[in-house]
């Protein structure tokens, strides 16, 4: 199986932060990774797929770049509503796999 | 507006079958999506079980294959989850998604619904 490891897993910071979270894929997943964010009680929400691509709706203070086996989450400006946690996920192999998640809390 | 909605017991005994099924409303489960069962324990991450495609083809997580059986109804327009010999470890809330055709991540997803194993 290909492993995530997120960084960091948890991160304190205040509304206008720019925010930046790093996923490694224990091998090479070309472009295939996305980044979800899920709130509490709360399913999770497709934020990014093909690593850089934003899904419809999605504001654009969000964006991901990289690939093969490095890839990040930035948040330019955060908002109240951006405290959430974050998780990746490839999509190059089975099974798919999730990342250990970042929780993104009020400094 | 494809929604998703599971439904199932909330209590499973040890050793017994969690069964669970998602209904796709808003579209047909016949699109060309995959639609699969994602898992999260209480307080912990996200862990894929499996996916089927309209035809009946499925992928499954190895380390649940050899308990896990995922169907789908086309009549109903639903797919579901079967898990069987079911401890503590698989008490979580389950989710089902779908894969988007241009996306190829979960782009939509069910409220998930919590699963607890105890007698």
């Known amino acids: 199986d290909i492993q995530l490891t997120q960084s960091p897993s948890f991160l304190s910071a205040s509304v206008g932060d720019r925010v930046t979270i790093t996923c490694r894929a224990s091998?090479?997943?070309?472009?295939?990774l996305a980044w979800y964010q899920q709130k509490p009680g709360k399913a999770p929400k497709l934020l990014i797929y093909a690593a850089s691509t934003l899904q419809s709706g999605v504001p654009s203070r969000f964006s991901g770049s990289g690939s093969g086996t490095e890839f990040t989450l930035t948040i330019s400006s955060l908002q109240p509503e951006d405290f959430a946690t974050y998780y990746c996920q490839q999509l190059n192999s089975y099974p798919q796999t999730f990342g250990g998640g970042t929780k993104v809390e009020i400094k | 507006q494809v929604q998703l909605q599971e439904s199932g017991p909330g209590l499973v005994k040890p050793s017994g079958t969690l069964s669970l099924t998602c209904a796709v409303s808003?579209?047909?489960?016949?699109?060309?999506?995959?639609w699969s069962w994602i898992r999260q324990p209480p307080g912990k991450g996200l862990e894929w079980i499996g996916e089927i495609y309209h035809s009946g083809s499925t992928n499954y997580n190895p380390s649940l294959k050899s308990r896990v059986t995922i169907s789908v109804d086309k009549s109903k327009n639903q797919f579901s989850l079967k898990l069987s010999s079911v401890t503590a470890a698989d008490t979580a809330v389950y989710y089902c998604?779908?894969?988007?055709?241009?996306?190829?991540?979960?782009?939509?997803w069910g409220q998930g619904t919590m699963v607890t194993v105890s007698s």
């Open positions: 998604a779908r894969t988007g055709v241009n996306v190829g991540a979960f782009d939509i």
């Open positions: 091998q090479g997943i070309s472009s295939y």
């Open positions: 808003g579209g047909s489960i016949s699109s060309s999506n995959w």
